[in-house]
């Protein structure tokens, strides 16, 4: 079990330097920051997604209570700053679920980050390059790398 626990820290180690690096390269390091905090407030106002971030080990129940109590939170802090705010949980392929969802409310648009546009991931299939040729509305995509 202690080499367990080496082997996590060696990858959160890892993730860390990399979104450091990252958000210096971007000059985003302030709002990466605030980010972590609200998501570190979030994490603290839950019980359930606390054990979820915390334990690997989660039926699927288990992990849909905990995401509930985050959206639900989610949604009350948009609705404090007076944003409409409605929530979408579908589950399966993440392109699907977006184009399910617009099609449902009957949406003008879809926004998608870029990420996934080029490479092998384009090549692989990625959720922006999905959407971007399927969807039945118009897809705006933005620069997100």
Do not use: W
């Amino acid at each position: 079990m202690a080499g367990e626990n080496g082997i996590v820290s060696g990858m959160a180690g890892r993730y860390a330097t990399a979104l450091f690096e990252l958000a210096r390269e971007s000059n985003a390091l302030d709002q990466v920051q605030s980010d972590l905090n609200a998501f570190n407030a979030l994490v603290a106002s839950s019980p359930d997604l606390t054990r979820l971030v915390r334990s690997p080990l989660f039926s699927a129940q288990e992990q849909a209570k905990a995401l509930d109590a985050v959206l639900d939170k989610a949604v009350d802090l948009a609705r404090a700053r007076g944003i409409e705010a409605k929530v979408h949980a579908p589950k399966g392929d993440p392109a699907d679920a977006l184009m399910t969802v617009a099609e449902r409310v009957g949406a003008d648009l879809i926004v998608v980050g870029n990420r996934g546009m080029t490479g092998a991931r384009r090549l692989l299939g990625s959720v922006p390059n999905k959407v971007t040729h399927q969807a039945t509305c118009s897809v705006l995509v933005v620069n997100t790398t």
